[in-house]
């Protein structure tokens, strides 16, 4: 099954690695020269709980000409039109593709380029980390849950899944993946903005009273309109999930830190908070406090001179 | 008529100064040792606009033993219970006492302290800094208005009216003065807390559609409150005359990104945004911009160890 991963950062090279060392046939795909210069000359340099270093086929989505069985998406989620528009030459009638985007809406941009039975969506509490072109830090174990979005290609998704983990990416096909994709976006709207925001470590965020209930309010807005779409969500569930993961995760700064502050690179704030707004005002939704924060994540990427 | 300025920074020394200047005995208080040092031993020193520098006396406020005429109260805002609690013993029965700090509500502290006739609302326009201890700058003109808020102190506070006046204050006696205060507080609700979140200028903030549109539902939620109480606010007018003030300003960091950000103190959220959705809350309106805007404020004082 030759399978591509689309977006080769730290999470995609994890995916790719796990799968390519069980022998599947993996390329990777990324835009990102000195990364894939890197991987070129000297392979993917693998650091953490486990050193290694393998071949693996690295490429510009233009670059790639052999139709694929699966593609695996993984950029940021401002990339993924472009790439979905750079690798349409390489997607068959029958390509499956599994998003596993952070955020909101994704698959109503796969739309635009597959078939409804070739659609995979998925999240994943995996992590990863680039230490510097070529190479990634793998430590800790996640999961993945995934579904296909019309039930006629849950058949082929379990063949996927079961590749999946054999490569010990500890897959589960889930009837009803969404509530577990809004459920992590509950996390990252609570937690990515808010310290890009705030420039601090989530610990340091949700230290005070007034921070805990920012964050209430920014779940209770996520599970109004998640309901409203009709997907099915506990916000008493999700609250006590978005805290017991702000102690598990206190001296992180989150990813948005790290792009927003740290490398003054684009937020995704569009497809976390700011899908939840958008979607909320297609509802008659009132959602204040993601509007507010999507705005004040904008105008804090132009006041740094990144837009 | 014995004058004191309870709060002497860099405003509290210019309005000391000038009425000093004109032959009234004013006398400063502050709670700052090296500030009030340098003014015993050097005097006070102006610069800016004009070199001067006076013998004026300057004590702290548990020092003053002498009845006041009149004090005008110039303390951060989260200051003004303690001052009024330690000044208590020179305000006689007809000690007037004017209020020029910024934000809402001070009324109903001063009310703890004061007959209603002897108490004085205003808002100022004036500016100042102060250089060093000592050393206040002084540039530019500007203006008061002022009112008692019961009709019957009208009388007396027009003769104060007049010796501002004579000191080049530039004071109106306002029939209805809430309006200014409130428009006052929409200046500062909307540049002051954004900008110390944001971590920038005036211009920088208001630079982007979605700061302004920020901006405007500020004020949108700050002039459904004050409607609600009875201040008579025109929002088109304000809005036009915000963003009037951003332009003129638009270099300058506000006073809350000076306290916050480059001197790690304490703000007056609670009495600009906070003041909002305190009264909003006990009215049932939502000011949701407003509370998440305090909100973030005070966990960011905390983030930075100022609480």
Redesign the interface.
């Known amino acids: 099954m030759l399978t591509y991963i689309a977006g080769s950062g730290a999470m995609g090279c994890r995916f790719g690695y796990q799968l390519h060392n069980k022998g599947n046939e993996v390329i990777l795909l990324d835009m990102w020269e000195d990364h894939i210069n890197a991987i070129k000359e000297n392979g993917l340099n693998i650091v953490g709980d486990k050193e290694d270093n393998v071949k693996i086929e690295i490429m510009k989505p233009s670059e790639a000409e052999r139709k694929a069985d699966f593609i695996i998406l993984f950029t940021k989620a401002m990339q993924l039109p472009t790439m979905l528009e750079s690798i349409k030459p390489i997607i068959k009638e029958d390509t499956k593709v599994l998003c596993l985007l952070n955020g909101l809406g994704h698959e109503d941009v796969m739309k635009q380029y597959l078939p409804e039975k070739n659609i995979l969506l998925g999240v994943t509490v995996w992590t990863a980390g680039l230490k510097k072109p070529g190479e990634v830090l793998l430590t800790g174990t996640g999961s993945v849950n995934l579904q296909s979005i019309d039930k006629s290609g849950k058949e082929e998704a379990l063949e996927i899944v079961d590749m999946m983990n054999e490569a010990g990416l500890n897959v589960t096909y889930d009837e009803d993946v969404l509530p577990s994709i809004w459920r992590k976006a509950c996390v990252n709207g609570t937690m990515n903005s808010?310290c890009a925001?705030?420039?601090?470590t989530i610990g340091?965020?949700f230290?005070?009273e007034?921070?805990k209930?920012?964050v209430k309010?920014i779940i209770s807005e996520f599970v109004t309109v998640g309901k409203a779409l009709g997907v099915k969500l506990n916000e008493e569930e999700i609250v006590d999930y978005v805290f017991k993961t702000s102690v598990a995760a206190a001296e992180h700064y989150p990813s948005m830190h790290q792009d927003l502050i740290q490398n003054h690179r684009l937020t995704e704030i569009d497809f976390i908070n700011g899908a939840v707004a958008r979607k909320g005002k297609e509802l008659g939704i009132d959602t204040?406090?993601c509007q507010?924060?999507?705005?004040?994540i904008?105008?804090?990427e132009?006041?740094l001179g990144i837009?």
């Open positions: 808010t925001l705030q420039d601090c340091e965020f230290a005070s007034e921070a209930s920012v309010t204040p406090y507010m924060i999507t705005d004040l904008h105008s804090k132009q006041i837009k």
